[in-house]
């Protein structure tokens, strides 16, 4: 076989093997695609941001995690009742969150 025909069923099948690929990333039964995993780390990002700079939350005690469409799932332990309404308060007021499941136990 010549060079350029050996090349050429090379890239085809990189070229194919890429497109399987990127078919099984995307959404299948409620999973996410790339670009909305990457929308809910940011906003992950920017709630955990909002706790670590809010002086009555512990972000070292509160796990943050952003599924389907903006919701907000926060656990761990909060001190107070206090910290655990503000946990809240503080991941509703980011841009691109619809909702706030808030899942953190008082533990004094």
């Known amino acids: 076989m010549?060079?350029?025909?050996?090349?050429l069923i090379?890239?085809?099948t990189v070229?194919?093997?890429a497109t399987v690929?990127?078919?099984g990333c995307s959404v299948a039964r409620k999973q996410e695609?790339?670009?909305?995993y990457i929308d809910g780390s940011a906003v992950t990002t920017e709630v955990k941001a909002k706790l670590v700079n809010d002086p009555?939350?512990?972000?070292?005690?509160?796990n943050v995690k952003t599924i389907d469409g903006g919701?907000?799932?926060?656990?761990g332990f909060a001190k107070s009742q206090r910290e655990?309404?503000?946990a809240a308060e503080l991941a509703r007021s980011v841009k691109g969150v619809t909702q706030v499941h808030n899942g953190l136990v008082v533990k004094p």
């Open 33 to 36: 695609t790339v670009g909305q």
């Open 84 to 86: 655990k309404d503000r």
């Open 2 to 7: 010549k060079p350029n025909v050996i090349r």
């Open 21 to 23: 690929m990127i078919s």
């Open 15 to 17: 070229a194919g093997a």
């Open 10 to 12: 090379a890239l085809a």
């Open 56 to 62: 009555e939350t512990s972000a070292a005690n509160i």
């Open 71 to 75: 919701v907000v799932q926060l656990s």
